[in-house]
Every structure is written in structure tokens, then in C-alpha cells.
């Protein structure tokens, strides 16, 4: 009896000492972007290999995502894939973007292929025939988006588009002009021009089309310019002013913003019936309508308050409610995808800044550090942000990641730019 | 009858009674006497019957000398007979007495034998009482000494053992020291290849089961209950298989095949 409880005893000791399986607990984690090399051979006279690299280079540096290394450097041609590894692995990358430019019986393709330098394997690789996607830069912010999304499982918006104003001065008059360009502001295209002033351009749901503040009229109205035929179409008619217009997610409706006896209130346009619908009554400006993502319920600015801060409304019935309560200043408010965070401009009496403002969790973060950023609005995916600041008296968009890790300004064709919006 | 009368008559009873006691005393002494000389009185009456028979003298003369002769050979016949009878008797008499002898030797002989047996037998009782307590004693004994030595064993027993636990003790003490130290190592080589992009979704219980060989070369890693975002659950593999090879087991003993890697992310 006793030697059976001794053994016992003895067995616990022995057991408690010896897991099965030893649990070690990891909670601690460098934040920070994810190593990258690129490299892309094989340039021929149409495509540069170099532009290829250089474009991928800057999408994913400018998602705040990855850290892109020289790979000028590292040897990179190595039969032996072990040996390869373990040299990318040396260089310090944890992904390799290894691409080459080939002729194929006369039709030039690009072939890349993503390394996981970490887990040795292949990741993805693709091969793309460049003659039929003749657009050297389309092609490479598709290999980005793949790439992109391979890594972080998140969609990739690197060949989505952004819409600007841009303003060009001239002695005798200002040129507005309306832009969609590529988001790194390449292939940009004027899709408008006016003598007058142009203002808050939005996307259509599906990106086809554009809404925006014209005062060709000597008023500010909003006109919705479809994109692949240049039509245009007033949006309200008669003599009514109407500005910030926001497109309703289910496309059914157009929230924008008119005066009722000199102060500005919210209405709703019913694309199918025309109906104006009157959303907000204040005494105080209620403006820069946006849409929840079940359009039902209208984000906007309002100084009802005294100081400008974002409410909430039902559109059709109910209060308005405010959301926002930090600084002194909160407004042009533009919902992310998931509909979890607002990205709107902020004032804590230090300039206008862009901040993103969690819904769930009514915490407000500062990504921007500017005095005078304006306009933000969100990738498509909600990882970067958009908006407008200044530099040297002039106009300049910038891209940031929503934490504002990453500040990349974009080049863009046309002076003095303003009031950018990501399309969907 | 007057007091005279009855006076006279006690004591006339009382002569006659002394009378009679003397004739009694008398006569008694008398038979004594006739007793003591029966047969010759017998012998004398015979003689006188032929006397008186024969009535001459040569005849008595003759006779008496017959008789003489007849008592000589009888006396004769008497003395051996009586020599007879005594040499029987004595032989009988020594017989009996040999016979008692005998007897008596033998039954000395007997008592002896029964008195040594009794003896023999109470000596041999006592031997074998004493056999039997020595016995008994040995066998307690024995059984004392069977229980001590079983004790003893038991307790050497127990005494290993608690060597034996004090040792693995001992020994776990320093392979908890070599555990710990070995869980830190692990723990400082992930987290420092644990990246992670920022603002990254995940989830609060994530874990990776890892198998490694002893030279640290981690074989596989895979993901258990995480329902975080890709590039999480990626940051979590990249960083383990990043720091493979392992730091090696500071002690062989406390490495191990499998490792559970608990992931918390930043909040």
C-alpha cells in the first residue's frame, strides 16, 4: 500500500515535471511592414522591367504593408531553389516577387511568381500576356493586387481609382478641372473642365459614374457624369442650389445637401421617384452627407451644437444623433467598407488633421499631421486613406495607411488638388 | 423375701460365679495342658488298650519295645518328615521369599522403570516444552526478526524512493530551471521574427502546434482555433518557421517534439 502510494507520489512528481507537449505563450509582436524583395528581369524594348519593379515597388510600399529591400544585391538566379531560400532568408526578406519578361513565339508575356523565403514554397505565380493587356502600369497594379492579397488575404486596390479636382491659375482665369487617375496618380484623365468652380465629386456604387458640385450655373448643383460617355446629367432640376452629394449604396438614392431659407439641411433624392426627401432640421448647418452601408441611415456634419460634429440619422425617421464628442472640430465624415470607422476631419485646436474614428469602440485616432488636411476618404478595402493637405501654399493629395504609419504623396498631373475620393 | 434372704442369695450367686471363673481358669489350664500332650495321651490309651488286650508282659515288654521302636522310627519318620517339611517349607518359604524378592525386584525394577520412565517422560516433556518454548521462542524470534527485516526492507525501500524523489527533486528542479530557460529562449527567438503589420484583426486564443527535431529544425507548424485575419494567422506562421532552427534544449531532457505556441496579439 505504501509503495503504491510512494509510486504514485513519485509518478506525480515525474509528470508534473515532464509535459507531453511544452506550451510556450508568444505575446509580443514588432509592429511593423513586411519584408519584400522585388525583382523583375528580362526587359525588352516595349516593357521595362525596371517600370514593372518600380510600380509594384511603390503600390505595396505605399500600402503600409511591406518594406520593400534592394534586391540589386542579392543573387537571385540560383538553381537550387534550398540555396536560394536560404540566401533570400539571409538578405532578410520574408517574401521575394521574382518576375521576368519573356518573349514567347512573338508574344511578349510577364511570368512572376511569390516566394514565402520563410515557408521555402512558391505562393502564387502567374503569367500575364502583355501584348493583350498593352498597359504597362494596369498590369503591374494587377500583379500588386495579387501580391497583396496572397500576403495579407486583404483585396488589393491597387488598380482601383481616384477621382480630384485640380485647380490650374492663370492670370486671366482658374481652369477647374475634374481627374480620374490611377491611384498612385498616373493615367490621369480630366474628365471635366470649367472655368467655374468644381466641388465634392463622389463615385457611383458600381464606379461608373461621377456626382459633383458645379457652379456653372452661378449656384452650386450637382451633376452625375458617367464615365465611358462623358454624359452629363443635373441631378436636381430648376434653380435649386445642392451640394456634397453622397450616392446611397443600393444606388436608389442621392443624399446631398440644399439651403431651406438660408441654412443648409440634408435632403434625400429618390433616383426613381425624383423625390426630395428632407432629412435633417436644424437650426444649425447640416452638410456633407454619407450613407451607412444599408442606406438606411445618413452620416453628416452638423454645428447644431455650437462646433461642428458628425451625427447619425435614420433618413427616415428618428433623431439625429451624434457620434463624434473629441476636439472641437469633427466633420466630412466618409464610412469605410466594413462600415466599422469614420475618417473625417479633426480639430483638437492644433489645424485640421485627419482622423479615424472607431464606431464600435467611440475612439478617435489622429493618422494625419498636417494643419490644413481636408477630404479624407478610404480605400476600398479601408487600409488606406485619402484626403487633401497642403504644401507650400498649394494643393497635394496624400495616401496614408489607416494607421498613418505610411504618408505617401501622390504625383499628380495638374496643380493645386483638392478634394479626392477613392472610388469603391 | 426379706433383705436377709435376698443379701444371702447375691451372695451365694456371687461365690458360685467366683466358683465357676476358678474352674474356669482351671479347666482352661488343664486344656492347655491336655493339648500339649494329645498325641501322646492318645499313644497311652492306645497301649493301654493293648495292654489291657495282651495282658502278659513279655507281650507288654515286647510291645513296649515295639512301641519304642515304632516311636523312634516314627519320631524318626517324623523328623523327616518334619526335616521333609521343613526343607519344604524353608524351600517354599525361600521360593516365596525369592518370588517376593523377585516380585519385589521386579516391581522395584518396575517402579524404577516406571519412576525413570515417569522421568524420561517428564524430562522429555520438559526437553520438548523447552524445544517447543525454544521453539516457539525461535519462531518468535524468527518472526521478530522477520518483521524487522521486512520493516528494514521496507524502510530501505522507502528510503530509496525518498532518495529517489528527493533526487527527481533535485532533478526537477533543474529541469524546470532548464524548461524555463529553454521556454524563454524559444519564446525571445519567435517574438523577435514575430511581425506583424499594423492594424491587424485577431483573435485572443490563436495557437500553433509545432514539431521540431532536437537539433531545433522545426518539421511542421500547424494553426489551431484561429479565425483571425490571414495575414495573422501568416505573421504567426512566418514568425515560427522564421526562427526555426530553434534554440537547442539546454537540457535534452526537457526538450520537446511538440510545442504549443500560444499567440496573443498586440491589443
Known sequence: MKKIILLIFLQFILFTSTYAELIIKIDNAEIGALPMMIHVEGSSKKYSSVMFEDIVENDLLGSGYFNILDSSSVKNSLSNLNTQYALWTLSGANYFLKANIFDESGNESIKF?????????????????????????????KISNVIFESITGIKGIFDTKIAYISTDKSKERNIYKLHVA??????????????????????????????????????????????????????????????????????????????????????????????????????????????????????????????????????????????????????????????????????????????????KDKFLKVISKGRLDEAPSFSPNGKMVLFASKKLHKGILVATSNDGRIRKEIELTGEDVREPIWSH | MNNNSKKKFIVTIKVII????????????????????????????????????????????????????????????????????????????????????????????????????????????????????????????????????????????????????????????????????????????????????HDIKHDKICAAIVNQLPSGKITSVKIHGCTGDTLYVDSLINAVWKSSPLPIAPDIEVFQENLILQFKGPN
Do not use: C
Open chain 1, 182 to 359: 490611377d491611384i498612385d496618380g498616373f493615367n490621369s484623365v480630366a474628365i471635366y473642365k470649367s472655368s467655374k468652380q468644381l466641388m465634392s465629386p463622389t463615385w457611383s456604387p458600381k464606379n461608373d459614374k461621377i456626382a459633383y458640385v458645379s457652379f456653372e450655373n452661378n449656384r452650386p448643383e450637382i451633376f452625375i457624369q458617367t464615365l465611358a460617355t462623358g454624359e452629363r446629367v443635373k441631378l436636381i432640376n430648376g434653380n435649386l442650389s445642392s451640394s456634397a452629394p453622397a450616392w446611397a449604396p443600393n444606388e436608389k438614392f442621392m443624399a446631398y445637401t440644399s439651403s431651406v431659407n438660408g441654412n443648409l439641411e440634408i435632403f434625400v433624392h429618390n433616383f426613381l421617384t425624383k423625390n426630395n426627401i428632407r432629412v435633417t432640421n436644424s437650426l444649425g448647418i447640416d452638410t456633407e452627407a454619407e450613407w451607412g452601408l444599408k442606406s438606411k441611415k445618413i452620416f453628416f456634419t452638423s454645428d447644431r451644437n455650437g462646433n461642428p460634429h458628425i451625427y447619425s440619422k435614420l433618413f427616415k425617421k428618428g433623431k439625429a444623433k451624434r457620434i463624434t464628442f473629441d476636439g472641437t472640430y469633427n466633420a466630412d465624415a466618409n464610412l469605410s467598407s466594413d462600415g466599422k470607422y469614420l475618417s473625417l476631419v479633426h480639430n483638437n485646436g492644433n489645424g485640421h488633421k485627419i482622423a479615424i474614428y472607431s464606431i
Open chain 1, 113 to 141: 511568381t511569390l516566394h514565402n523565403v520563410i515557408k521555402k514554397e512558391v505562393m502564387v505565380s502567374y503569367k500575364i500576356n502583355l501584348d493583350k493587356n498593352n498597359n504597362i502600369r494596369k498590369v503591374s497594379h
Open chain 2, 18 to 197: 467366683v466358683h465357676i471363673i476358678l474352674i474356669l481358669i482351671l479347666d482352661l489350664n488343664a486344656i492347655s495342658n491336655l493339648k500339649k500332650n494329645k498325641n501322646s495321651f492318645n499313644e497311652i490309651n492306645n497301649a493301654q488298650f493293648l495292654n489291657l488286650k495282651s495282658i502278659s508282659q513279655e507281650d507288654i515288654e515286647e510291645y513296649r519295645k515295639l512301641i519304642k521302636k515304632k516311636k523312634a522310627e516314627e519320631k524318626k519318620k517324623r523328623k523327616i518328615e518334619a526335616d521333609k517339611k521343613k526343607k519344604a517349607e524353608e524351600k517354599k518359604k525361600r521360593k516365596i521369599e525369592a518370588d517376593k524378592k523377585k516380585k519385589r525386584k521386579i516391581e522395584a525394577d518396575k517402579k524404577k522403570k516406571a519412576e525413570e520412565k515417569k522421568k524420561r517422560k517428564i524430562e522429555a516433556d520438559k526437553k520438548k516444552k523447552k524445544i517447543l518454548e525454544n521453539l516457539k521462542k525461535e519462531e518468535e524470534m524468527d518472526l521478530i526478526s522477520h518483521d524487522l527485516l521486512e520493516l528494514e526492507k521496507e524502510l530501505l525501500e522507502i528510503e530509496k524512493y525518498e532518495l529517489l524523489v528527493r533526487q527527481q527533486i533535485i532533478r526537477n528542479s533543474q529541469l524546470s530551471d532548464a524548461e524555463a530557460k529553454y521556454i524563454l529562449n524559444i519564446k525571445s527567438r519567435i517574438e523577435n521574427n514575430w511581425l506583424l503589420p
